[in-house]
């Protein structure tokens, strides 16, 4: 009798969690496409379906696609829910990401969700990046595994910006804190910048460095967003002055991280995160100024890869930088 009144008191917890996590989905404020955002490039390979709530963006042998916001933004929260091709994804690049490199091209800023598609059998991976004032030199990436398969169903990608941080969050667990120091000067994220989500052809450098390739025997590729949000300060593009957005559905939208959610992102990182610019010791000698080295962390990425980790002796071919800025230039005018 008080092993099934325990059950029970379980399977209640374990509803009013969904329910909560059900709520905090439901009060973000979701917009429909032609509300936000407009046909970036890819002619017919963007397709708008669910009564204009979702868009499926696809990449074949003539070309990929993509949409951009169409106000500028400084700050706020921005958010989709997306589903990855599934297969043989060797070389695609899907991004969901942050830019201003078409208005300032020496000096832009850009945060990056990326996802990397692999060879039959290999888990997609997930690429965190962040360039400030045109800091291209300093990649700032960090790259992990998932505890799901992306391409099973939908999940939910966000990115918190403000003055003074930014949070990534995957299915409203965040996975990388950024905070602005001092020292960091403009290479933090600071001018008005348009949200981007694009799928193209990374051959070159997205799976193994290029040893894999997009086979087009598997395509088209789809890549399927939804439950969209654009909630910040809209910049008006000619007197860049920014207005926030204090709409219904704001009581949903993150601040920051919170204790539990601390734990969670800790515990993240320490089992899914395989790459950090802050250890890579044959790109940077000295860490970047804004890096806190943490030794348990540092010694799971060396014995994970100790040439990059280590001494970084041994130089190799492997690139771990890369900015869609340029992709999306030259894709915008397809």
Request: net charge negative; charged share 25%; aromatic share 12%.
């Amino acid at each position: 009798m008080g092993f099934s009144y325990l059950g029970f008191l379980v399977m209640v917890c374990c509803l009013q969690l969904l329910v909560l996590v059900s709520v905090s989905t439901k009060n973000l404020p979701i917009i429909n496409f032609d509300e936000g955002y407009t046909h970036l490039f890819g002619e017919d390979n963007l397709a708008i379906v669910r009564d204009g709530k979702s868009v499926h963006l696809s990449l074949d042998e003539r070309t990929g696609s993509g949409f951009v916001s169409q106000d500028l933004y400084l700050h706020g929260f921005f958010s989709a829910s997306i589903k990855l091709p599934a297969d043989y994804t060797a070389g695609v690049v899907v991004a969901f990401y942050m830019s201003n490199g078409d208005m300032f091209e020496k000096n832009h800023d850009e945060i990056d969700f990326e996802f990397l598609g692999n060879i039959r059998g290999k888990d997609w991976r997930i690429q965190t990046n962040i360039y400030g004032n045109g800091s291209t030199n300093i990649g700032r990436e960090e790259r992990y595994n998932l505890w799901f398969d992306p391409a099973e169903d939908y999940h939910q990608y966000s990115i918190l910006w403000t003055d003074s941080q930014i949070i990534f969050y995957v299915d409203n667990v965040p996975i990388r804190e950024f905070k602005r120091t001092e020292s960091m000067g403009g290479d933090f994220p600071s001018k008005p910048m348009t949200l981007y989500a694009t799928i193209w052809d990374g051959s070159d450098w997205a799976t193994n460095g290029g040893k894999y390739r997009v086979n087009y025997k598997y395509a088209p590729y789809i890549a399927e967003f939804s439950d969209l949000v654009l909630h910040g300060c809209a910049v008006d593009p000619i007197e860049h002055m920014a207005r926030c957005d204090n709409a219904e559905g704001s009581e949903g939208i993150p601040t920051g991280v919170t204790r539990v959610q601390r734990i969670k992102m800790e515990g993240f990182r320490k089992k899914h995160m395989t790459y950090s610019y802050c250890y890579d010791h044959i790109r940077y000698k000295v860490p970047p100024s804004e890096c806190v080295i943490n030794p348990q962390e540092a010694e799971r990425l060396r014995t994970f890869d100790p040439v990059t980790f280590g001494n970084g002796r041994r130089h190799h071919s492997k690139r771990h930088h890369h900015s869609r800025t340029s992709q999306a230039k030259v894709t915008s005018s397809i």
